[in-house]
């Protein structure tokens, strides 16, 4: 949100950028955590779900694709939106990734909505035509981008618990499945939206075997949990920028002796889409990236893109949330590694920006803080630099656990600023609610102009926040909650516009506040 065109998440194409929530952890008609999404509508007084000139909220869940509720579904583990027709609306995607298919546990969907002048059209709902492979938890990694150019938005889904079947044996491919080694499948838009033709498929094993590339597939991988996409060589075709595509692998065996320590794939785009021959495989072992590996760091466990010194090429941040710190005495502190756009080479990995709380004012560095948790970029001043917004949901204030913290890096110029730096908690001045025990403020983060300014906002996850039942008076344990702050001229503020909070139980948005319920567990 906030650089201008039509919102990635803007449904009902009215300029302003729409949320959707997801809340896998739903539970309906005595189903366990089939999950949910709640999708409340942007305006020109900010997000809201009851205005005159947008739709009310809306609660989707399988129920409305004729689905059946079952047990661990998760419906809204994952969502993303663009324009997959062309209609100049925003379309969304939901990962379903623990329904069962055609008898295999957790193989997994994905769904589709169409975006319409009065919002999401829910008779248009439909299944993505995944590729016909070993998947298990389809959907639960979703980006957005324009991989190919042409002008309509792409879909790329992570599979992570998908057997690979290919593996590189000399100059031979030979099939020897190896498990929850991860894939990714891509698919582009048309007029007629998502569809198999030209869709390709991603893994980890090197080039022989033809559709896999870069790195080597290991059980456990789990290639394809995070993604995230931006236009870091600053190429175009026709006029529209090409989104090149990340692909996390947390849990990647960096070296024999250093499991988890992870990694990230970043595959450039084309006219005949992502290229596999030019996949560029970066991690804390990559010579001149900052940090060093180690085992359980789970390097590229969160993505975000943004432009962040204004070159015209996006920036990459890579949430390390597991990095020990302060000579491993803190363990679990957590970092952020900053990568800058590059040329041939997506991006410089020899000139990263490593940042811990220990860079950082007006922060302590503590064990369990995972710091990096999430991550989200957007414009919230009135500047051409993107901004940084961190995630800290292990944070500790005040002496209450796990209350959680969000820092926000202003860019700059150099790249990201170290002098301009906002920290915002429960306990911050005008923001809603109170600090409490557990409630991990910042678990999850988007930012989007939702309206009220020019300027990008941000939406902070609360998914562990208790919430008193309006049905019964009664404290729902973990039901969650999600915190907007907005932006303006000088960045986030709750001074020139009031921050607002959004639970199950909040006035006009559907479905009721239930222990568990997890809330902003999702946000897009």
């Known amino acids: ?229 931006g236009n870091f060589n600053g190429d175009s075709l026709n006029g529209n920028p090409v989104s090149d595509l990340v692909v996390g692998v947390p849990l990647d065996f960096t070296r024999a002796d250093l499991r988890d320590a992870g990694s990230i794939h970043l595959f450039p785009g084309g006219a005949t889409g992502l290229r596999r021959d030019r996949v560029q495989v970066v991690n804390q072992a990559t010579v001149g990236v900052g940090g060093a590996a180690e085992p359980g760091d789970q390097f590229g466990r969160a993505l975000a893109s943004g432009d962040f010194n204004a070159d015209g090429r996006d920036d990459l941040a890579v949430g390390v949330p597991f990095e020990d710190l302060i000579d491993n005495t803190r363990a679990d502190a957590g970092a952020v590694q900053v990568f800058f756009g590059g040329g041939s080479s997506l991006v410089d990995a020899a000139g990263d920006v490593f940042i811990s709380q220990t860079d950082l004012a007006g922060e302590a560095v503590e064990a369990g803080d995972r710091f990096g948790w999430s991550l989200a970029v957007g414009r919230f001043d009135i500047g051409s630099f993107a901004d940084l917004a961190i995630g800290v949901p292990g944070e500790d204030i005040s002496n209450l656990d796990n209350v959680g913290l969000v820092t926000v890096l202003h860019g700059a110029s150099s790249g990201l600023s170290f002098t301009r730096i906002q920290h915002w908690h429960q306990n911050s001045e005008g923001v809603p609610d109170s600090n409490e025990v557990g409630d991990q403020f910042g678990f999850a983060l988007s930012a989007w102009d939702f309206g009220n300014t020019a300027h990008s906002d941000l939406a902070i996850g609360v998914p562990f926040e208790n919430i008193v039942s309006v049905a019964t008076g009664r404290t729902q344990g973990d039901a969650g909650a999600v915190i907007v702050i907005y932006g303006s001229v000088v960045g986030l503020t709750t001074s020139a516009s009031t921050p607002q909070l959004w639970h199950q139980d909040a006035p006009g948005i559907k479905d009721e506040a239930q222990s568990g319920d997890r809330f902003g567990n999702t946000l897009y």
């Open 1 to 229: 949100g906030g650089g201008g065109g039509v919102a990635k998440g803007d449904f009902n194409g009215d300029g302003f950028g729409d949320l959707a929530i997801g809340v896998p952890f739903e539970d309906q008609d005595g189903v366990n955590a089939v999950g949910g999404v709640n999708v409340i509508y942007g305006s020109a007084a900010g997000l809201t779900p009851t205005g005159t000139t947008a739709p009310n909220d809306q609660f989707l869940d399988a129920s409305t694709f004729g689905f059946p509720y079952g047990s661990d579904d998760n419906f809204g583990w994952a969502v993303a939106s663009g324009d997959f027709n062309g209609d100049d609306r925003s379309d969304l995607a939901i990962g379903m990734p623990g329904a069962d298919v055609d008898g295999l546990a957790s193989a997994g969907h994905v769904l589709l909505i169409d975006g319409s002048e009065d919002g999401l059209d829910t008779a248009t709902v439909h299944l993505l035509p995944l590729l016909d492979t070993q998947r298990r938890r389809a959907g639960e990694a979703l980006v957005w981008g324009d991989f190919n150019g042409d002008g309509f938005g792409d879909l790329a889904v992570g599979i992570p618990d998908a057997f690979s079947t290919r593996t590189p044996v000399g100059d031979q491919c030979v099939f020897n499945a190896i498990e929850s080694a991860g894939e990714v499948q891509v698919f582009y838009g048309s007029v007629v939206g998502l569809t198999q033709v030209g869709a390709q498929l991603f893994g980890q094993n090197t080039s022989v075997c033809s559709n896999f590339a870069g790195g080597a597939a290991e059980t456990g991988d789990r290639f394809g949990a995070v993604l995230a996409a």
